[in-house]
T-cell receptor, first 115, second 113 residues
């Protein structure tokens, strides 16, 4: 079956712009989480969505937002980009309530570079 | 709070050497434990897992045993290959929600031919 699909794979944006990243989870997975990965901070949790509702949120400023659609696909948006937002953004999906049993399935990520 | 500590890298080994990457955790409750691997330019892949004490997870020659008494989940492989070069992340999940899925900082492994 198809894995977690993230688009685009690479993005270059200018400081001050906004960006939208997309994630299509594995069929049947209704929980989608987003992580930011940087060399200095490692993997940091952004937010989790289930049934179109944000269920948990990490410690990121309000410039970072997301949403989930009825087909479980998810998008995250970053407004007013800063140089420090350059990172690999990873999406992960799971069956609801089964993360502790099965873990997450990750996409290949979107590499965002802010110049 | 919940946290995961891994041995600092990078770890450099010759092909066919024995690998150990240490992982210890702190958690409230009874966590499930995971090892993920990230190859260059890719996302994370689940390598193995253990959901209760004394369980052994194994996959592709890698093994890790859930040791509750030492709060550890060390990753081992008897004979590494060049293709095992990657970053390895230890992680835990106490509940079923994303915020409680905690990753260690990662250990970079380089295997030389």
């Amino acid at each position: 079956k198809a894995g977690v699909t993230q688009t685009p794979r690479y993005l270059i944006k200018t400081r001050g712009q906004q960006v939208t990243l997309s994630c299509s989870p594995i069929s049947g997975h209704r929980s989608v989480s987003w992580y930011q990965q940087t060399p200095g901070q490692g993997l940091q949790f952004l937010f989790e969505y289930f049934s179109e509702t944000q269920r948990n949120k990490g410690n990121f400023p309000g410039r970072f937002s997301g949403r989930q659609f009825s087909n479980s696909r998810s998008e995250m948006n970053v407004s007013t980009l800063e140089l420090g937002d350059s990172a690999l953004y990873l999406c992960a999906s799971s069956f609801s309530g089964q993360v502790a049993n099965y873990g997450y399935t990750f996409g290949s990520g979107t590499r965002l570079t802010v110049v | 709070g919940n946290s995961v500590t891994q041995m600092e890298g990078p770890v450099t080994l010759s092909e066919e050497a024995f690998l150990t990457i240490n992982c210890t955790y702190t958690a409230t409750g009874y966590p499930s434990l995971f090892w993920y691997v990230q190859y260059p330019g890719e996302g994370l892949q689940l390598l193995l897992k253990a959901t209760k004490a004394d369980d052994k997870g194994s996959n592709k020659g890698f093994e890790a045993t859930y040791r509750k008494e030492t709060t550890s989940f060390h990753l081992e492989k008897g004979s590494v290959q060049v293709s095992d070069s990657a970053v390895y992340f230890c992680a835990l999940s106490v509940f079923n929600y994303g915020q409680n899925f905690v990753f260690g900082p990662g250990t970079r492994l380089s295997v030389l031919p």
